[in-house]
């Protein structure tokens, strides 16, 4: 899937939003200079774009996103339609003030009137339906089952982050299942902003442990999925004092990367799926496993980091071959550190570049 760079969504977000205001202008408004629509729609709607990317009251979307979803629906309406009527008046006072338009009375650049509320109050209830299914399945899977472009099975090259909660048992033999579960749901928590940052895809949650994918040259270009599980691993740590409040101990992770061919296919009939064959997400899973062998935190195949070039900040400690359950052959394994991270297993060692 063709990489969308940050500059060219919000071009798409504003082209449409644009769109959005020139047909209403068009259907109800009966103004030959499409523009004003398109002023109105963009005042109207940006606000709204910038608080659902949480630019603005942040706070206030992560209190609202708890809440179930028919809750969060109606939340999400009412705060939509305060930041449309601000949007209305300051497009309305605009345009005004500017000679552009020439109302019969003040009311009408300031208040939105009825027929707007109810086309705005439509796009916004279609907005929030396709974002609530979108962050439900992912962005990436979301897109790919709407275009339907692994209806039939597709070879393609990824990469697969598994992430997993060390000592996760005892913590719930411990604490019981249900305070486990409620841990569990921060951690994944946590995975959500530099998954999104370094452009991944949360692909499935299996117990305690994660799996994070990317197109395999989406991945390795700038390091991401290098600088993802670092990130998170920084996240946790720079949190610490919450964590030790919240549940008494500070997650650690083990972690393992692998990328290389694999089967892409759209499964399922009344529940769909886009799921993923071959031996590399296996690999991926054992190479998972071999962090407690090997006592380390964070593996990657010797495959995988040949096509990566390094953060300068990340060192790397060639393990040698290891025999992996399931695999004929042995995989090359090489251990990571980031030097600012200090919930990395200490017996890295600085200055160890990964082989060429």
Known sequence: MREVSPVQNWLLIVLVMAGSGVLYNVLFFEDSRLFIGAIFALCMGMPIIAFERKVVLRGLYRRIEALPTFTFFLAELFIYEILMSIGFAVAGLSLWGLGVIIPNSWVDVVILPFNAFVYALAVCSLMIFVLRVRELLGREVFTSM?????????????????????????????HGDLRAQQMLSSLFAAFAEPVRKYKGT???????????????????????????????????????????????????????????????????????????????????????????????????????????????????????????????????????????????????????????
Request: charged residues 25%; aromatic residues 6%.
């Open 146 to 174: 709407l275009v339907s472009r692994y209806r039939k099975p597709v070879s393609e090259e990824r990469v697969f982050l598994f992430i997993d909660l060390v000592d996760s048992t005892a913590f719930a033999e411990k």
């Open 202 to 356: 949360i692909d499935d949650y299996v117990g305690d442990a994660a799996i994070i994918t990317w197109p395999l040259q989406r991945g390795v270009k700038f390091a991401r999925c290098v600088n993802c599980i670092f990130d998170i691993i920084s996240a946790i740590e720079a949190d610490a004092e919450n964590w030790l409040e919240a549940y008494g101990q500070v997650p650690r992770l083990r972690a393992a990367l692998h990328g290389g061919s694999i089967i892409t296919a759209e499964i399922g009939i009344d529940h769909h799926k886009i799921t993923y064959f071959g031996d590399t997400i296996n690999t991926a899973s054992r190479l998972e496993s071999l962090c407690k062998t090997l006592n380390r935190s964070v593996l990657i195949s010797t495959d995988l980091a040949q096509r990566i070039e390094l953060p300068d900040n990340v060192s790397a400690e060639d393990l040698g071959h290891h025999a992996v359950k399931g695999r004929g052959q042995s995989v090359g394994v090489i251990a990571l550190v980031r030097a600012d991270n200090r919930l990395a297993s200490p017996k890295l060692h600085a200055g160890v570049n990964a082989p060429t």
